[in-house]
């Protein structure tokens, strides 16, 4: 069974970079498509980015346009999300997230796409 675990989240000063991790076990990671969501409080999760089981396609979501960046490492069985330019509103839960049976270079586009999920880190950014 697979199995998702993200680190890489604290709190942070607006302005700073992070770089959020989640590793892949139980299966081959280069088996999966993957993407990153959060949730803050009081919201619905939202889809961030995603990308093939190759990287060599990603896709990102508005609000993560321009500071986010998603890239994976088959041979470590890690997924990544750098985020650079951290704000407040981005103080949310972010989850990493797994999609079986995809070919090499689809990217899934939606969280409701994904079959597997971690269970979380905590971003907190103070302003």
């Known amino acids: 069974q697979v199995q998702l675990e993200e680190s890489g989240g604290r709190l942070v000063q607006a302005g700073d970079s992070l770089r959020l991790s989640c590793v892949v076990s139980g299966r081959t990671f280069s088996d999966f498509a993957m993407g990153w969501c959060r949730q803050a409080p009081g919201k619905e999760r939202e889809f961030l980015a995603g990308?093939?089981?190759?990287?060599?396609?990603?896709f990102y979501a508005n609000p993560a346009k321009g500071r986010f960046t998603i890239s994976r490492d088959n041979d470590k069985n890690t997924l990544y999300l750098e985020i650079n330019d951290l704000k407040p509103e981005d103080t949310a839960v972010y989850y990493c997230a797994a999609r079986d049976g995809s070919s090499w270079f689809m990217v899934h586009r939606d969280r409701y796409d994904y079959d597997h999920w971690g269970q979380g880190t905590q971003v907190t950014v103070s302003s």
């Open positions: 990308i093939s089981r190759t990287g060599t396609a990603t």
